[in-house]
């Protein structure tokens, strides 16, 4: 009934060239959703109203308000007066108000109750449903009035706005996305002596009636519906404001994707070149790393007219020439000639599926009608019965597959690494190819199954590559890197991610394009608006992602969790061990997500002894973090972390080694001296013997300069993550350790 109403309300308006609805409008919509809101009455004129009129508004004030067109701010126009309920001095504010707004499309005036509340922090709230162009309707609660936006900015931001899908209509689950914010702290408790404004089950039933509106956005009747303010008063929430925007010119959705044949893409049996050069070019380059790779060449071809063979690959003058369908096309020319050979690969049938490795695709401003081309192209391959191949890129350096045994990253052999053996068990998604490259070279301790480049998502989106890889079980790490998203494959993306961590496994997330200038670089760079980048990480983090501000956590959250596999965190209370006083006061310095653990007495006790044997007993007491002063050797070291690590008080562990004292053996071997880090009694090899043994997640420091690179080399080889700061090393285990309890990974 609620969609019915309302359509023929937004047909009205649309037949009117309106944009939003009207006031009374918006507040129909509210009441026909169960929303409390102001008695009010409308009025053509002043001349309409009288004693009996005024009478059915409770109070004595009412606020007047002049509706409409168009216009968002009524205030800043006149168009808004609070005077006493007297007939004559709300005709003579009408009268004014009609002669203030007389250049406007003055639809009538709006005579509202006047709902009187304390307007302080705690009594204003705002709640919106939206259409976003990523992700479809979302539902924001947070701070309202009119420095919402202001208190907003100044706060932290889980405490200042509850972004999340409107499908979370369960009430607890509505009560877990807004009890951590302050406005819900301050409207729902008790503030010194105060009484709370309104019941949190209150708050949850009036979120959860909103959220049902839902369907008003899914339907394409409206984009926006805000209520601003949303006043606690009496024990129950009022909408005193309401904005509700038409939905205009949304844009239509991406052609459907025979999914089914991304496993030719990624597992290719066969593959064709087109753009190799007979100089070192980026098609040359991809070719002969798909031979150094192990890719048979017998299956290799390569679209250049004039030439038998390249490097041991047959030619063909053009795509047409080729004797059969390859599963994989890797298009390495310039941008302009891109579409014909789409066209002709569609026309003939020739490629499952294409990499479209040219810049110059809609990221240069005049290049749209290169990839509407294209995308025409796809269009009648997606009406024939072979429903035409999937593209990836463009703008990309395309894929590194371990099992299809494949690397398009056209760079020096040299540069990289080249694929391995071993198949790996993490996929790496993203957007820039050179943010791919970076994290490749550097991050060789992850067993990387995938490296995709998506680019520009002129066909395939991260959606499609997250929703197919969710059942390849060997997968059991994503790392994402996203500008933004096509229309709705936020969505898409979202429901998938949903089934990865249901299943246990980890998802990082790096959203580009934080501020203004980040979000018109990542336009220029892959052509995808970055800007959802607030309701990409709320809603991320909902379905189980874990998201990061920076690149530097994007790396470590993927070692952690990584290293980790296997270990379950516990109930979060943490062990620490340094040899270093300010060490042990770093550890707890900024603590939020863990607790100081308390020793057994048992394992207090044999803590003693170690203090004893080392005869630091006099100097320092045993307490976490346990401090073992520059004193302590290798051995007594070593069973100190063994003892914190096994009490079972203790759920994670921070090891600060501070390696400068000369009583531990942490240099590599030189002349200069007679320490050997690699050796098996050294602190690090004790260290990695000891993570081995244990199924406790822990980290280890080594707070020191480029002498003890080894060191850090020694620990990291031997699978323990590894830290140059103590106060690092403490908050990338309290984002994962909070992670992990919030999605039930224990």
Not at 218 to 236: K, Q, Y
Not at 281 to 291: D, P
Request: hydrophobic fraction near 40%.
């Amino acid at each position: 009934m609620t969609l019915e109403v309302l359509r023929g309300v937004a047909e009205r308006a649309v037949e009117e060239r309106r944009h939003q609805l009207l006031e009374p409008e918006g507040f129909e919509l509210l009441r026909i959703l169960g929303i409390p809101c102001p008695c009010f009455e409308v009025v053509s004129g002043p001349d309409e109203i009288g004693e009996e009129l005024l009478a059915k508004l409770p109070g004595d004030r009412v606020v007047l308000k002049g509706i409409a067109v168009e216009l968002l701010h009524k205030s800043e126009v006149g168009g808004v007066q609070v005077v006493p309920k007297n007939r004559q001095q709300v005709a003579a504010a009408a009268d004014a108000m009609t002669l203030l707004m007389s250049g406007l499309d003055l639809r009538g005036i709006l005579i509202q109750e006047f709902v009187a509340y304390e307007a302080e922090p705690g009594s204003e709230a705002l709640l919106s449903l939206r259409w976003d162009r990523e992700f479809g309707a979302v539902v924001t609660f947070g701070i309202g009035g009119i420095h919402a936006e202001t208190l907003t900015a100044a706060l932290r931001e889980e405490a200042a706005l509850a972004i999340f899908a409107p499908e979370l209509r369960d009430r607890a689950q509505i009560g877990q996305q807004i009890s951590q914010l302050l406005v819900t702290e301050l409207m729902t408790r008790a503030q010194r002596g105060r009484p709370t404004r309104i019941a949190m089950e209150h708050l949850e039933e009036v979120v959860s009636r909103f959220a049902a509106a839902a369907p008003l956005l899914t339907s394409g009747i409206l984009d926006e519906i805000e209520i601003n303010p949303l006043v606690a008063r009496s024990g129950r929430l009022v909408a005193l404001d309401v904005l509700a925007r038409l939905s205009v010119d949304r844009p239509q959705p991406m052609l459907d994707r025979p999914l089914d044949k991304l496993d030719r893409l990624l597992r290719p049996r066969s593959i064709a070149l087109i753009g190799v050069a007979e100089r070192l070019n980026a098609g040359r380059l991809i070719l002969r790393n798909l031979l150094r790779g192990g890719f048979d060449p017998e299956n290799v071809v390569v679209v250049k007219p004039g030439r038998e063979s390249i490097d041991g690959c047959k030619c063909y003058g053009d795509i047409a020439s080729l004797p059969k369908s390859v599963d994989l096309l890797i298009v390495s020319v310039g941008a302009e000639q891109v579409p014909a050979v789409v066209q002709e690969t569609v026309e003939y049938r020739k490629a499952e599926t294409l990499i479209l490795i040219p810049g110059g695709l809609e990221e240069k401003t005049g290049s749209e009608h290169i990839s509407d081309a294209i995308r025409r192209s796809l269009a009648v391959g997606r009406a024939a019965e072979w429903r035409g191949p999937l593209v990836n890129g463009g703008n990309c350096l395309g894929v590194r597959s371990q099992p299809g045994r494949y690397d398009t990253f056209f760079l020096q052999d040299y540069k990289l690494p080249p694929l391995g053996q071993d198949e790996g068990n993490v996929a790496l998604l993203a957007q820039s190819g050179a943010f791919l490259a970076s994290k490749t070279s550097k991050l060789q301790q992850l067993r990387v199954r995938y490296a995709i480049s998506i680019g520009n998502q002129i066909d395939l989106t991260l959606g499609d590559y997250l929703s197919y890889l969710l059942d390849d079980d060997r997968v059991d790490l994503f790392g994402v890197y996203v500008e933004g998203f096509r229309d709705l494959d936020g969505r898409k993306f979202l429901a998938a991610a949903r089934r990865i961590t249901g299943s246990g496994r980890g998802i990082v997330l790096y959203r580009a394009g934080r501020s203004r200038s980040g979000v018109a670089a990542a336009a220029s760079h892959t052509a995808a608006m970055a800007g959802s980048y607030r309701v990409t990480r709320a809603l991320a983090r909902t379905a189980g992602a874990q998201v990061v501000d920076t690149l530097q956590d994007f790396e470590d959250l993927l070692l952690l969790n990584s290293r980790f596999a296997g270990r379950s965190v516990g109930a979060r209370r943490i062990g620490a061990v340094s040899n270093a006083g300010y060490e042990c006061v770093a550890f707890w310095d900024g603590l939020e997500g863990l607790e100081p653990a308390r020793f057994s007495p048992q394992t207090c006790l044999d803590l003693s002894e170690v203090f004893r044997m080392s005869r630091i007993d006099g100097v320092v007491d045993v307490r976490n973090p346990l401090d073992l002063t520059p004193i302590v050797q290798d051995a007594q070291f070593e069973e100190a972390v063994r003892l914190v690590l096994r009490d079972p008080g203790v759920d994670v562990g921070v090891v600060g080694c501070v390696p400068l004292t000369g009583a531990l053996n942490t240099l590599a071997e030189s002349r200069d001296h007679d320490e050997n880090v690699e050796s098996q009694t050294s602190i690090a090899s004790r260290l990695v013997e000891l993570w081995r043994q244990t199924s406790k997640p822990w980290v280890a420091v080594v707070d020191a300069g480029p002498a003890y690179d080894t060191m850090e080399r020694v620990l990291s080889d031997g699978g323990v993550p590894v830290f140059r700061t103590a106060d690092r090393a403490v908050r990338l285990l309290e984002l994962y350790c909070t992670h992990s309890h919030a999605v039930g990974r224990r």
